[in-house]
């Protein structure tokens, strides 16, 4: 099955600083890739997705890459603000497929 | 248009009881998915069902371990004779039919704590 990997699993930025966080997955069949973002006792919440037929997707301060050769996907976060604070889990799926494979998290401190 | 409702939100049991998870989908959603989270980990795919049939099971343990999503009412997952490994938080999601947009709408979970 897929195996979905996700760092780091901590990080801590200054706000209006950038933040990345990177993934990984091994089912070269998965061409859909999420990311969520969870708040404390919140459920996770969609905040971008990307396709395999696309490298490259921008929403506001939100972008997220894909690397199929690779098999990589990355989120960035560009100037950071305190309510960006949250896990974020990125996840592997395929239109065929059952399941949603996760990420393990990263927590995400913006220091204002 | 509410949300995915997950109730309890919190509940505690002693070890050897019975645990009723309930999870209503979005209006219109007939797709729900079951994922379990542990302490500073990921989601686990546990179950993943339409009305009536239960579509993918393979996250879920075998024993003590069921869930439904009957034609009429919410899903429930059902966790039997309760240990403490169980504690965790359990999150029901949903979806419009598979493959329009491949976005899972989550609920607020429900914590489990087995004493």
């Known amino acids: 099955g897929e195996n979905v990997e996700q760092h780091p699993s901590t990080l801590s930025v200054q706000e209006g600083d950038s933040a990345v966080i990177k993934c990984t997955y091994s089912?070269?069949?998965?061409?859909?890739f999420p990311w969520y973002k969870q708040e404390l006792g919140k459920g996770p919440q969609l905040i971008i997705d990307i396709r395999s037929n696309v490298g490259e997707k921008k929403d506001q301060r939100i972008a997220v890459t894909l690397n199929k050769t690779a098999k990589h996907f990355s989120l960035h976060i560009t100037e950071t603000q305190p309510e960006d604070s949250a896990v974020y889990f990125c996840a592997a799926s395929t239109d065929t497929g059952n399941q949603f494979y996760f990420g393990t998290g990263t927590s995400l401190t913006v220091i204002p | 248009n509410a949300g995915v409702m997950q109730n309890p939100r919190h509940l505690v049991r002693r070890r050897g009881q019975e645990a009723r998870l309930r999870c209503s989908p979005m209006?219109?959603?007939?797709?729900v998915y079951w994922y379990r989270q542990l302490p500073e980990e990921g989601l686990k795919f546990m179950v993943y069902l339409q009305k009536e049939n239960i579509i993918d099971e393979s996250g879920m343990p075998k024993e003590r371990f069921s869930a439904e999503f009957p034609k009429e009412g919410p899903s429930i997952l059902r966790i039997q004779q309760v240990v403490r490994g169980d504690s965790a938080a359990y999150f029901c999601?949903?979806?419009?039919?598979?493959?329009?947009?491949?976005?899972?709408?989550f609920g607020e979970g429900s914590r489990l704590t087995v004493l």
């Open positions: 209006k219109g959603h007939s797709h």
């Open positions: 089912d070269s069949a998965s061409n859909y």
């Open positions: 999601a949903s979806s419009p039919v598979r493959g329009e947009t491949g976005e899972l709408f």
